[in-house]
């Protein structure tokens, strides 16, 4: 089983940045995908990013493309989301999720799932 804990979330104003932290423990391996998703209230969960432990192949929804950068910290199995330039429409709780498959944005794709934290941006 691989745990996964994100942290970081938070109320931040329109055009601020926050960064979302996930921490992997358990039967991690560097082979696998990691992926940040969010849901906001009454929409159903999108990809937001994803990349692998090396950061040599790394995704992003169009939506967040130049505003979020996904990376990963080998040493401290962390992968981390950084955000700016949020619109209050990034308002969502994020989730962060691990795949033993290929690097994509397809949900079903991975296999382990944290419990999400809340960002919420105001105009």
């Known amino acids: 089983q691989v745990q996964l804990v994100e942290s970081g979330g938070g109320l931040v104003q329109a055009g601020g940045s926050l960064r979302l932290s996930c921490a992997a423990s358990?039967?991690?391996?560097?082979?696998?995908?990691m992926g940040w998703f969010r849901q906001a209230p009454g929409k159903e969960r999108e990809f937001v990013a994803a990349?692998?432990?090396?950061?040599?192949?790394?995704i992003y929804a169009d939506s967040v493309k130049g505003r979020f950068t996904i990376s990963g910290d080998n040493a401290k199995n962390l992968v981390v989301l950084q955000m700016t330039s949020l619109q209050v429409e990034d308002t969502a709780v994020y989730y962060c999720?691990?795949?033993?498959?290929?690097?994509?944005?397809?949900?079903?794709?991975?296999?382990?799932w944290g419990q999400g934290t809340q960002v919420t941006v105001s105009s």
């Open positions: 990349t692998t432990w090396s950061g040599a192949n790394r």
């Open positions: 999720a691990a795949s033993r498959g290929l690097v994509a944005g397809t949900e079903r794709l991975y296999d382990y």
């Open positions: 358990g039967r991690t391996s560097r082979s696998y995908v």
